[in-house]
């Protein structure tokens, strides 16, 4: 079996989620990813995470999460000679992602109509916060930011409470999913059309309106506006109930796992036949869930109700959800080794695919700052004595 992007050389100069993800979804599917970030101010994830030692090491858990299979090298943009190293790497490659504002790096002469003409097979993916058009496209946002302003935070929560985000970044990894697909779709369109690349764009806030589709479709059809709504559907038999224990979301959804439900429950008598029954009927079949479920564990009810086929879990924590056997016997994780150093240990999650004849898998540890620039300046020519000079100049990091 051969990895799916063996051979595809990815110049990832992003930083914090978003577009570091996109590129770490290309490196476990066998792309050369090359992480290229400032030798003085290098990607901020590399400070923050949940273990205080590591961020002071510039190796936070964020930075680690999505930073495996890709090499690192440190490169000074703002100085002539750095810009002229990326242009060289450029002329190697077959992808460029950057997540900076719009424009900045056309002013630094580093945008697709310049690279394009070193390279015309580049695919150059830009990420940011608004995109390159319209009247915010100036602006700069984080995932928070892009939530509040595209409606998800307003919809969030319990009617008449304050605002709420996501738990987790949701649109900051939808973002850099969306960008990893659309540049396998302009590679792909690369091989149709004779080689040439082309420019991608990827805008968080467009990618939160994706994300919010249904909600948006609705609205747009008949003002009916998404409104706080906790853990409350239309139908009663989709919801969160306490049991005798803890919380349980059961998803009866349609109108099969509705009567297995019931009659799984002993209250055959609240089937409906339809779904408008089933709206009108909520304050009622709501009451009955609440008073059922809370008689019994919810042990008991996950046996029961998934041995009828009605879709059914506990509300766990992330640490409960890690010692299920289910999720330890799929291939989503990857433990690094004990003789891995001073990682050896880390775990890591890879993809959420799997591919039958082309392995997606992790194989290089997160690298330091700059780990890999004499590597890759040597593969471009220089001689040890130039690697030597860019470094004390500040344009590659310094040598330990």
């Known amino acids: 079996?051969?990895?799916?992007?063996?051979?595809?050389?990815?110049?990832?100069?992003?930083?914090?989620?978003?577009?570091?993800?996109?590129?770490y979804q290309l490196a476990v599917m066998g792309a050369e990813v090359i992480k290229i970030e400032s030798p003085d101010e290098p990607?901020?994830?590399?400070f923050q995470g949940s273990d205080a030692q590591l961020n002071d090491e510039g190796m936070g858990t964020a930075f680690l999460s999505q930073s495996s299979n890709k090499k690192s090298m440190a490169l000074n943009l703002k100085t002539e000679r750095g810009r002229q190293v990326l242009r060289q790497l450029v002329?190697?490659?077959?992808?460029?992602?950057?997540?900076?504002?719009?424009?900045?790096?056309d002013a630094l002469k580093l945008g697709y109509a310049d690279l394009s003409v070193l390279n015309p097979k580049l695919v150059y993916c830009s990420i940011s916060a608004f995109g390159s058009t319209g009247p915010r496209r100036h602006l700069t946002a984080y995932d928070g930011v892009v939530q509040a302003y595209a409606g998800?935070?307003?919809?969030?929560?319990?009617?008449?409470?304050?605002p709420m985000k996501c738990g987790a970044p949701v649109v900051d990894y939808a973002t850099g999913t969306t960008a990893a697909m659309a540049i396998l779709a302009a590679l792909l369109q690369r091989e149709k059309r004779g080689g040439r690349g082309q420019f991608v764009e990827v805008a968080m806030s467009d990618v939160a309106m994706i994300l919010t589709s249904s909600h948006l479709t609705g609205y747009l059809w008949n003002g009916a506006h998404p409104e706080q709504k906790g853990n409350r559907y239309p139908f009663a038999t989709i919801g969160c109930y306490q049991a005798s224990d803890a919380p349980l979301v059961i998803s009866a959804s349609n109108l099969r796992q509705q009567r297995r439900l019931w009659e799984a429950l002993g209250r055959a008598d609240l089937v409906k036949a339809n779904n408008r029954e089933r709206v009108r009927a909520y304050a009622e079949e709501a009451d009955a869930l609440k008073q059922i479920i809370a008689t019994q564990t919810v042990a008991h009810w996950e046996a029961l109700l998934?041995?009828?086929?009605?879709?059914?879990?506990?509300?766990q924590r992330m640490g409960e959800m890690l010692e299920d056997e289910h999720v330890k016997s799929r291939p989503v994780l990857h433990r690094f080794p004990p003789e891995a150093g001073p990682l050896g240990g880390l775990t890591v999650p890879v993809a959420g695919f799997q591919l039958s004849d082309s392995p997606v898998a992790v194989h290089r540890l997160p690298q330091?700052?700059?780990?890999?620039?004499?590597?890759?300046?040597?593969?471009?020519?220089?001689?040890?004595?130039?690697?030597e000079a860019l470094a004390a100049e500040g344009v590659i990091a310094a040598r330990a």
């Open 1 to 23: 079996m051969s990895n799916v992007l063996e051979g595809v050389r990815v110049l990832d100069l992003t930083h914090v989620l978003a577009g570091p993800f996109a590129g």
């Open 43 to 46: 990607d901020q994830a590399r």
């Open 91 to 105: 002329q190697t490659a077959d992808v460029l992602i950057e997540n900076y504002r719009p424009g900045a790096f």
């Open 152 to 162: 998800m935070m307003a919809m969030t929560g319990e009617p008449g409470t304050a």
């Open 306 to 315: 998934q041995s009828c086929s009605v879709p059914v879990s506990r509300v």
């Open 368 to 387: 330091r700052v700059g780990a890999q620039d004499a590597e890759l300046l040597a593969e471009l020519g220089y001689a040890p004595q130039h690697i």
